[in-house]
């Protein structure tokens, strides 16, 4: 029996053909809404959004969904702790549209600088204001801090250099090469930028991290830019930073977006002149969306003949001190199941286990991942097993 996978957004026709030559039975619904999901996805297997909410109701709702996939980067549209309660995997196609942003972003400062839009407005409205609009800064030499350096990050940081932009950046882990400095604190940097670039994804230390404190830091006149998430920034507080200190931002995206991709838009910060709102169309390229839906595509085929999830979003992570049992054995039936009833006796919860096999397939090594201590008692039994060549136990 076929695969049901339902796609709740747009999503490129040449790869929909790809996915139902490999087998695959598509469901094209690019006009669901996040209320209508639960029912639309309640026999599928695999559902693939863009910015399409998957709530809690629809995760429990479909009773043989596996796997969800973020055809983007960010995946806080989808409830990954529902997702986590019921092993449903969750998959996202990181660094995929990064360009199409970068090029967002840059387009954004100029936009800013150059007064892009009102130029165009005034235009289409029989008025020529070459005076107003003649008085731009220039992006040459100017101070870009980009906050988040990832794929995105990356991109922009590649693309300010070519504008010969004086390059800082911010990440969670300290930022070495790639022709840019580390900035370390934002209390350091903000104060000296120029214009500043967000690219976070959305978690709980990044939301609302750009709030009064933080604007106090931004000099007069700065120009923010964020094609990240909307909820990184504090609009009330971005709105009083206007106010007293002039600044300028570019926004790709904003509290309140409309869920769908047509009808009326409604925000606090329509009626502002400092503020250049784009229509969340960071990753709408053609060449972005066709590489997502690759992505996608590649996702399903490998899950499908190996088992094995790409991206995988809500694995656990093993930053955490833990434990691992490696055992080299004879491959033989028997022997896995005979060491984990050792490790049984200890009470101790097997976390994650790797079976790796020996060309030829005589021998095999078993790697098992725990969160306690095995006594020493249970070492030397696993080690008493007829079939187990050695182990090492370690505390990683
Ligand atoms: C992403 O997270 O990849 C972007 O925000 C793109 O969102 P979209 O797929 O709704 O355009």
Redesign the pocket.
């Known amino acids: 029996m076929s695969l049901k996978v339902l796609i709740a957004?747009q999503f490129p026709e040449k790869y929909m053909n790809k996915m139902t030559e490999s087998g695959l039975e598509v469901i094209f619904q690019p006009k669901l809404g996040e209320n209508d999901l639960p029912e639309a996805a309640k026999d599928v297997d695999i559902i693939v959004v863009?910015?399409t909410k998957v709530n809690e109701a629809t995760i429990n709702n479909a009773e043989k969904l596996n796997l969800i996939i973020?055809?983007?980067?960010?995946v806080n549209n989808i409830n990954i702790p529902a997702a986590n309660r019921k092993g449903v995997y969750v998959a996202n196609?990181p660094g995929k549209?990064s360009i199409a942003?970068a090029e967002l972003a840059m387009g954004l400062m100029i936009s800013i600088d150059r007064r892009l839009p009102d130029n165009v407005a005034d235009f289409r409205n029989g008025v020529w204001n070459k005076g107003t609009y003649s008085k731009a800064k220039g992006l040459y030499g100017k101070n870009l801090g980009i906050i988040g350096f990832g794929n995105i990050g990356k991109e922009v940081a590649a693309r300010a250099a070519a504008f010969g932009m004086n390059v800082y950046a911010k990440d969670i882990s300290r930022v070495e090469g790639y022709g840019v400095k580390d900035f370390g604190e934002m209390e350091n940097i903000l104060p000296m930028l120029d214009i500043i670039s967000i690219h976070l994804p959305l978690t709980d230390q990044t939301k609302k991290l750009f709030d009064r404190n933080m604007f106090k830091l931004l000099k007069p006149n700065a120009i923010l830019i964020n094609t990240s998430?909307a909820d990184v920034i504090d609009e009330d507080a971005l709105l009083e930073a206007i106010e007293e200190k002039n600044i300028f931002c570019g926004l790709d995206?904003f509290a309140g977006e409309p869920e769908g991709k047509t009808g009326e838009v409604s925000s606090k910060l329509m009626n502002n002149k400092n503020i250049y709102v784009s229509h969340?169309?960071?990753?709408?390229t053609e060449q972005a969306q066709d590489a997502?839906a690759e992505e996608t595509f590649n996702i399903i085929k490998e899950f499908i003949n190996s088992g094995v999830i790409a991206h995988w979003v809500n694995k656990a992570k093993w930053d955490d001190e833990h434990y691992q049992l490696v055992v080299k054995h004879y491959d033989k039936p028997g022997v896995i199941a005979a060491i984990l009833n050792v490790i049984k006796k200890d009470e101790v919860n097997v976390e994650e286990m790797e079976n790796e096999v020996f060309a030829g397939g005589l021998v095999a090594k078993c790697t098992i991942k725990m969160k306690q201590s095995l006594k020493v008692d249970t070492l030397q039994e696993i080690g008493q097993i007829e079939e187990i060549i050695n182990l090492s136990f370690v505390q990683v």
């Not at 973020?70 to 960010?74: K, L, P, S, W």
């Open positions: 957004d863009r910015s973020r055809a983007g980067a960010g196609c549209n942003v998430r995206v969340h169309i960071g990753a709408s997502v």
